[in-house]
């Protein structure tokens, strides 16, 4: 019945709505027709009567916004008023297209409906209503009932044409509200989708990070189990660097979830600076990484792909460290419009499909190259496992 208004939007009708009342006023008794009425001879009473109209469809016309469904009804009570009393249609009738309006803006779908059938319907009573009340003129004036049925057709297509305006004026404002009710919600489901971007991202970070520390804890707890009696110094550096590695983890994961519980800060990423320390704790894990750079990068690259780099560069390793055999060969050529990536390590004698390759790690890798416009392919060549990445040097396409 009621609809929720701004408090701005409710006093703009209701001043508004007295504003047409003082002005349609004088207009309706400076022209004697608006007050004339052929059951009513008292001049006073006809006065009277036609300000009780006119203040009850000036109401219907301010809680139009307010509660369309009652706006009609009180018009429509006026209107039936107004034609009891056998007044001619005066200014004050403007404030129907106001209510008719509102039905088609701002009401339900079956209101739209209804005040679309009370225009057609109101113009044409309106019409044969005016030619009723004119009826002796005419047929004084035409002696004839053609006259009078013309002139009913003609008052009742005017009287439709301006109703059913309004209305088409409401339902199109009701399309223009609705359309920005889209857009509204398309920016809400953009920025969710970019939440939910920034989260996943997180959560790869976090498959990183936590992925490459545990393979280089796993892999120093075994040596030093290993060597605990035979050599003790060598236990007690493996023992050193699972705690610096661990330490290292878990400064990163504590960044990580500072950037989850505050979207809108941005920690510090790894760059191409990070990969030597990447480097030391792979041979710190007891795999001998063999890096090669040529061509050097021309430049300072974008951030985004330092990020790309190290962090598929990170997978790669942790993935030689748990599943390959023997040393890795990293190679990185930098070229003026792209980089290229080849990790290539050792496979058991008996290939078998890893978690690194149906998992979060091939994906992840894959999902960082995608990101910047690159491509990675990751597969079996021979007996080795092959990882290798185009990355273009520049803005990601849109």
Do not use: K
Not at 82 to 105: E, H, K, N, W
Not at 250 to 277: C, F, I, K, Y
């Amino acid at each position: 019945m009621f609809r929720s208004v701004p408090r701005f939007w409710l006093v703009f009708d209701i001043v508004g709505s007295a504003v047409g009342l003082l002005l349609t006023l004088p207009l309706t008794f400076t022209f004697e027709a608006g007050t004339m009425s052929r059951w009513i001879p008292d001049g006073t009473a006809s006065y009277l009567l036609v300000l009780l109209v006119a203040v009850i469809l000036w109401g219907a016309a301010a809680i139009s916004r307010l509660s369309p469904v009652l706006a009609l009804g009180v018009a429509w009570f006026g209107a039936v008023v107004q034609m009891a009393c056998g007044f001619s249609p005066g200014a004050y009738d403007l404030a129907i297209l106001a209510v008719v309006f509102a039905t088609s803006a701002w009401g339900s779908v079956r209101l739209l409906w209804i005040g679309g059938a009370s225009a057609l319907g109101g113009g044409l009573l309106a019409g044969i209503y005016m030619s009723l009340i004119n009826e002796q003129a005419l047929i004084q004036d035409a002696e004839t009932g053609l006259r009078v049925a013309l002139v009913a057709v003609l008052l009742g297509t005017v009287s439709v044409l301006t109703l059913v305006m309004a209305w088409g004026g409401g339902l199109l404002w009701r399309v223009v509200l609705r359309g920005r009710r889209t857009r509204e919600a398309q920016v809400r489901a953009e920025a969710v989708a970019v939440a939910e971007q920034e989260r996943v991202r997180i959560a790869r970070d976090m498959h990183d990070v936590v992925a490459h520390s545990l393979a280089v804890v796993i892999a120093q707890s075994d040596g030093a189990r290993y060597a605990a009696a035979a050599d003790p110094a060598q236990a007690t550096a493996a023992l050193v660097t699972i705690g610096q590695t661990a330490r290292a983890a878990l400064s990163d994961v504590r960044l990580l979830l500072a950037q989850l519980r505050h979207s809108e800060g941005e920690g510090p990423q790894p760059t191409l600076a990070d990969l030597e320390t990447l480097y030391a704790q792979v041979r710190a894990a007891g795999v001998e990484p063999r890096v090669t750079v040529d061509p050097t990068p021309p430049g300072e690259p974008p951030a985004s792909i330092q990020l790309a780099v190290y962090r598929i560069l990170q997978e790669a390793l942790t993935n030689a460290i748990r599943h390959g055999t023997g040393d890795v060969d990293v190679r990185l050529s930098w070229y003026a419009d792209a980089v290229h990536l080849v990790v290539r390590n050792g496979v058991p004698a008996t290939p078998r499909q890893t978690s690194a390759e149906r998992g979060h790690g091939l994906i992840g890798m894959r999902e960082r190259a995608q990101l910047v416009g690159g491509t990675l392919v990751a597969e079996h060549e021979g007996s080795d496992f092959v990882v290798s990445a185009a990355l273009p040097v520049g803005p990601a396409p849109a």
